[in-house]
């Protein structure tokens, strides 16, 4: 499993009277297989995850996976990471299901059969083999975000960051989403709203006013969250 | 079919299938000159047949051929009008024509020829820029990005003027015309921050 290693981070942001502090001095170092991130809306949980493969910079502090530092060697990161976001058609930027999928191989797959053969597998094994030659458009919400998942797995990472992606969905497609991502073998950090699915994971984190305020046990950390959020 | 999604290929073995991508697209760019370069109202006429034929045997359904000029048609009959009235009707036939022509052919190109192909073939042209420092990989994205932005930011508009006019606001440019630049831009980023996400952005 990988190792995702938050050392004293802290995340800022410019405003025009200076700068707001996003994420303070957040320590962590995950080794689960599937870890939560709960908080409430602007608490600083998505800049956590976008930390991991280098979409936000730490203003100090150093965030590495697998010993490779994010700030220094952002590609090979990026490699092992993959993302997930909630919002699944900004990340879908091919015409069809199939291509879409090739185009995260074009970089690493040069062989235009093998990136096809390598799409296809991961289409199947996601249950969209029967859409591959399918208008990207065509697809549901939650279609459409299993082929971002799928996108990122063609890419073989060893960890996948998943920033709400079932926010969006019905009760039908979040399901499908949340099963997909709770089974895969890759090291999953999830940023999410719903408890129940936090709780399904090995670790959590409650992330409050740009602090971590708990990290524990999912149903503890969960709890935590709920008393002081409703407190 | 209701229409034909810019860069959606009609599966098919037909010989414009068959083409290779960069003879292809070659054969489309002169074809393209060609046309302009013709004048009078008659050839531009034959040539917009020719491209209809070419379209139908290629297997580009007929409905998303009229759908796909449709938009462009308002505009057309306003530069017909125009034209006739400046320059008599054989040239407003020749510029209309020859428009059709060109729209015709650019949907057969894109009908009958995979995204992917099409990304083989401007990295292969855009190699010999590499030595200037031009990231062929990154061209051939540009390009993917272009092609399939078009139907997002029409959407875009589509949704920012429909949400105006449920206030109330559809007669004021502003209320639509602001939010959908904010919106576009704010898609823009989203789209940015995805594709570093997946390393496209990243040095081979």
């Given at each position: 499993m990988a190792t995702i290693e938050l050392d004293d981070v802290t995340v800022t942001a410019p405003t025009a009277d200076g700068e707001v502090v996003l994420l303070r001095d957040v320590t962590a170092h995950l080794t689960e297989r599937r870890v939560a991130v709960v908080g409430a809306n602007g608490s600083g949980k998505s800049t956590l995850a976008r930390l991991v493969n280098g979409l936000v910079g730490a203003a100090s502090g150093s965030v590495r996976v697998d010993g490779l530092d994010v700030a220094t060697d952002g590609p090979a990161v990026r490699r092992r990471v993959g993302f997930v976001f909630t919002q699944p058609a900004a990340q879908l930027v091919m015409p069809t299901v199939l291509e879409d999928v090739a185009l995260s191989l074009r970089r690493h797959v040069k062989d235009k059969r093998e990136r096809e053969t390598?799409?296809?597998?991961?289409?199947?094994?996601?249950?969209?083999?029967?859409?591959?030659?399918?208008?990207?458009?065509?697809?549901?919400?939650?279609?459409?975000?299993?082929?971002?998942?799928?996108?990122v797995l063609a890419c073989e990472p060893t960890v996948v960051v998943a920033d709400e992606p079932t926010t969006l969905l019905d009760l039908r497609n979040a399901r499908a989403v949340q099963e997909?991502?709770?089974?895969?073998?890759?090291?999953?950090?999830?940023?999410?709203?719903?408890?129940?699915?936090?709780?399904?994971?090995?670790?959590?984190?409650?992330?409050?006013?740009?602090?971590?305020?708990?990290?524990?046990?999912p149903e503890r950390a969960v709890a935590h969250y709920v008393e002081s959020t409703l407190s | 079919m209701r229409t034909l999604p810019l860069g959606l290929q009609v599966p098919g073995d037909t010989v414009w299938h068959r083409l290779p991508t960069g003879r292809k697209l070659l054969g489309l760019v002169l074809l393209g000159v060609g046309v302009v370069a013709l004048q009078g109202p008659w050839l531009p006429l034959l040539a917009l047949a020719v491209a209809l034929a070419v379209a139908l045997h290629a297997g580009v359904p007929a409905r998303s051929l009229v759908l796909g000029v449709r938009?462009?048609?308002?505009?057309?009959?306003?530069?017909?009008?125009?034209?006739?009235?400046?320059?008599?009707?054989?040239?407003?036939?020749?510029?209309?024509?020859?428009?059709?022509?060109?729209?015709?052919?650019?949907?057969?190109?894109?009908?009958?020829?995979?995204?992917?192909?099409?990304?083989?073939?401007?990295?292969?042209?855009?190699?010999?820029?590499?030595?200037?420092?031009?990231?062929?990989?990154?061209?051939?994205?540009?390009?993917?990005?272009?092609?399939?932005?078009?139907?997002?930011?029409?959407?875009?508009?589509?949704?920012?003027?429909?949400?105006?006019?449920?206030?109330?606001?559809?007669?004021s440019p502003r209320a639509t015309l602001t939010p959908f630049a904010v919106r576009t831009v704010a898609h823009a980023h989203a789209v940015g921050d995805a594709l570093a996400a997946r390393g496209l952005g990243d040095p081979d």
């Amino acid at each position: 499993m990988a190792t995702i290693e938050l050392d004293d981070v802290t995340v800022t942001a410019p405003t025009a009277d200076g700068e707001v502090v996003l994420l303070r001095d957040v320590t962590a170092h995950l080794t689960e297989r599937r870890v939560a991130v709960v908080g409430a809306n602007g608490s600083g949980k998505s800049t956590l995850a976008r930390l991991v493969n280098g979409l936000v910079g730490a203003a100090s502090g150093s965030v590495r996976v697998d010993g490779l530092d994010v700030a220094t060697d952002g590609p090979a990161v990026r490699r092992r990471v993959g993302f997930v976001f909630t919002q699944p058609a900004a990340q879908l930027v091919m015409p069809t299901v199939l291509e879409d999928v090739a185009l995260s191989l074009r970089r690493h797959v040069k062989d235009k059969r093998e990136r096809e053969t390598r799409a296809r597998a991961v289409l199947a094994d996601i249950g969209l083999a029967d859409r591959a030659d399918t208008s990207v458009h065509a697809l549901s919400g939650g279609q459409q975000q299993l082929l971002a998942i799928a996108g990122v797995l063609a890419c073989e990472p060893t960890v996948v960051v998943a920033d709400e992606p079932t926010t969006l969905l019905d009760l039908r497609n979040a399901r499908a989403v949340q099963e997909r991502l709770l089974s895969m073998d890759q090291q999953l950090l999830l940023v999410t709203h719903d408890l129940d699915l936090a709780r399904r994971c090995d670790r959590a984190l409650v992330v409050e006013d740009g602090h971590v305020t708990c990290d524990d046990d999912p149903e503890r950390a969960v709890a935590h969250y709920v008393e002081s959020t409703l407190s | 079919m209701r229409t034909l999604p810019l860069g959606l290929q009609v599966p098919g073995d037909t010989v414009w299938h068959r083409l290779p991508t960069g003879r292809k697209l070659l054969g489309l760019v002169l074809l393209g000159v060609g046309v302009v370069a013709l004048q009078g109202p008659w050839l531009p006429l034959l040539a917009l047949a020719v491209a209809l034929a070419v379209a139908l045997h290629a297997g580009v359904p007929a409905r998303s051929l009229v759908l796909g000029v449709r938009p462009l048609l308002v505009l057309l009959a306003v530069v017909a009008a125009l034209q006739t009235w400046q320059r008599g009707w054989p040239v407003a036939v020749e510029v209309v024509a020859t428009t059709l022509t060109l729209v015709v052919l650019a949907t057969t190109f894109t009908a009958t020829t995979p995204t992917d192909d099409l990304l083989d073939a401007v990295v292969r042209a855009a190699g010999v820029l590499r030595p200037l420092g031009v990231d062929p990989q990154r061209v051939a994205l540009t390009f993917s990005l272009a092609i399939s932005s078009i139907p997002v930011v029409a959407t875009l508009f589509t949704q920012t003027r429909e949400a105006a006019k449920a206030r109330g606001l559809e007669r004021s440019p502003r209320a639509t015309l602001t939010p959908f630049a904010v919106r576009t831009v704010a898609h823009a980023h989203a789209v940015g921050d995805a594709l570093a996400a997946r390393g496209l952005g990243d040095p081979d």
